[in-house]
Structures are given as C-alpha cells and as structure tokens.
C-alpha cells in the first residue's frame, strides 16, 4: 500500500470509546505506514467527545479534528472526513469500538488491488432487531439496485482515495454508503469483500435504529431509483 493512508472516524456522543478507539489506531497505524492520519469528524457531540479528541491531538499531531457545531448526519460528516484527506488510501471505521482497527491488516494485501475492499461482519453481534432490519436493507438493496456486497453499511472500508473522489452522491442519511457502492459499480470499479470480527457495544447509545434515521435513509432510497431510472427526482 502506497502513499500512505488516512483514517476517518466520525462521531457522535462517544465519550466512552473514543480515547481507546485512537489509541488503537494510533497504534494500528503506526504498524502499516511512516505516513498517516486519523481524521475523527465530531458530528455535533454533546458529551464531550470533541473535547477529549482535542486533548488526544494535542499529544498526537497525527490526529485531526473537525467539529460540527451541531449535528449533521452520518452522510455530511463522512464527506467532510473523506474530502479532508491527504493520503492515497483511506480507511473507514465507526468510533463506537465494535470492530478492532487493527483487522485493516486483513484488508490491506488487497487494497492496491481493488478500489474497494470491504469488510464485512462475519457474526454480527447487534441485538435481533438490529440483525433484522440490516438482512431486510440488504435485500432491498440486492433487489433494487443488484448490490454485490453482502454487507453494504459494514463500517470497516479500506478504499483508493483517488477513486472515491471521482465518484458524487447525494443521499443526506444513512443510505449515503449504499449510494456510494451502487455508483463505483456503476463507473466499474472493483471490489473485494474479507470477513473481519464485531463485537458487542459496550458504551454509549446506537443511533441507526432510530425511526428518523431510518425514514430518511428510505426517502433517499426512493429518490435514488427514481433518479437513476430516469424520473429525475
């Protein structure tokens, strides 16, 4: 893997896992490249995850913050994340600690390879309801839109930077990744899926079950078919 890579994390209300999730990084990153960063985008927060983000960058100038004053969304706050980098790869991951970073060592041998390589949850350790409604997603999304990847909102992507910046979306929710996926495959880019471990949350509150989240990530589903099947919505 070449030119180095950059880490994006965004974060929302994540007091409790966001000082050991850079610290792993930290230490991830140092193990694969002399170059690197680790972009955190606090969407918002408002129990001081920014503050203890800033306290980190002080004494680890790789780190970057970039604070939304108030909260965006997950789709705002990745494009924010991704515009910022600096390096040839960049590595995705949630601040909520349910995967280890360090299993990007599973995803780099193939990272100049592919323009996506993408991990998927090989146990998903989310509550029955969680697992549901993400088989249901999936499925609509291998129905409408051919979707390959078994696993589209796995938060755990190593992905070329020059290719995600050639791609353009416009979901605002949580359906900005699925439109992301669906437009690399449609510019033909490649993709390359390896299992890699989840764990169960341990702190802090999940918030893509939540009914408004949830809603907006189908209005945007539906204005994407329409838009990519001619309607012009």
């Not at 002399?34 to 780190?63: R, W, Y």
């Not at 589209?152 to 930077?161: E, P």
Request: charged share 25%; with cysteine.
């Amino acid at each position: 893997m070449e030119k180095g890579i950059s880490f994006v994390i965004p974060a929302y209300n994540e007091a409790d896992n966001i000082t050991g999730m850079l610290e792993s990084c930290l230490k991830t990153a140092r193990s694969l490249a002399t170059d690197f960063e680790i972009i955190v985008v606090d969407d918002g927060s408002t129990d001081g995850t920014a503050e203890m983000v800033a306290l980190i960058q002080s004494q680890h100038p790789e780190v970057v913050l970039i604070r939304h004053e108030k909260n965006m969304g997950i789709a705002q706050a990745m494009r924010d994340g991704f515009t910022a980098v600096r390096y040839g790869h960049v590595f995705y991951t949630d601040a909520d600690a349910q995967f280890d970073p360090d299993d990007i060592k599973l995803l780099v041998p193939h990272a100049d390879t592919y323009d996506f390589v993408v991990g998927y949850r090989a146990r998903r350790a989310d509550p029955a309801h969680r697992r549901f409604n993400a088989w249901l997603y999936n499925l609509c999304l291998r129905v409408f839109f051919r979707t390959i990847l078994r696993d589209v909102d796995c938060a755990f992507k190593l992905i070329k930077t020059e290719s995600l910046r050639s791609l353009d979306t416009g979901a605002n929710s949580a359906f900005y990744f699925a439109e992301l996926v669906n437009a690399a495959a449609r510019a033909g880019m490649t993709f390359h899926e390896v299992p890699v471990r989840h764990y169960p949350r341990r702190h802090g509150v999940q918030t893509g079950a939540n009914p408004r989240v949830v809603i907006k990530a189908i209005l945007d589903m539906l204005r994407h078919i329409f838009r990519t099947r001619g309607f012009g919505l």
